[in-house]
């Protein structure tokens, strides 16, 4: 299995297991939504269900056009719920015992950015930075 393929399946994996937590545990994920999402609970189970609709995108081995979708839609999801990861740090540095502090919520937000670019390449929308010159 190519490093691509590797990343694909653990990203699946990822995305299918925090989507079934989205949707059988939802609470921690309402009490962190921004105050200007409408219908927080619906919008949470809402984002169980987009997360297993893209892993089982990128688990389709035989299917392009299908992960290049999944690909796209996990990159545009992880972009949307990123406030809910600011959010989240505001309320927790908020109390009196910083919550989870710096130490969890800084390379949360870290790995955002990573977990977009991520699902673009094993999604095949993009090969950057791996191109080879001339290719």
Avoid at 74 to 101: I, K, Q, S, T
Wanted: proline share 7%.
């Amino acid at each position: 299995m190519s490093a691509r393929g590797a990343a694909r399946f653990l990203l699946a994996l990822f995305y299918l297991t925090a989507g079934l937590i989205h949707l059988f545990l939802p609470a921690p994920f309402i009490k962190i939504t921004p105050e200007w999402v409408p219908s927080p609970a619906l919008v949470v189970t809402l984002t169980g269900i987009a997360e297993l609709a893209g892993a089982t995108g990128l688990l389709q081995w035989r299917s392009l056009p299908l992960r290049r979708a999944a690909g796209w839609g996990l990159a545009v999801y992880a972009l949307c719920v990123w406030p809910a990861n600011f959010h989240h740090m505001a309320l927790d540095m908020a109390r009196a015992d910083h919550g989870a502090g710096h130490g969890y919520h800084l390379p949360r937000l870290a790995a955002q950015p990573v977990l977009i670019w991520l699902a673009l390449w094993v999604g095949r929308v993009t090969d950057w930075p791996f191109r080879r010159r001339g290719s």
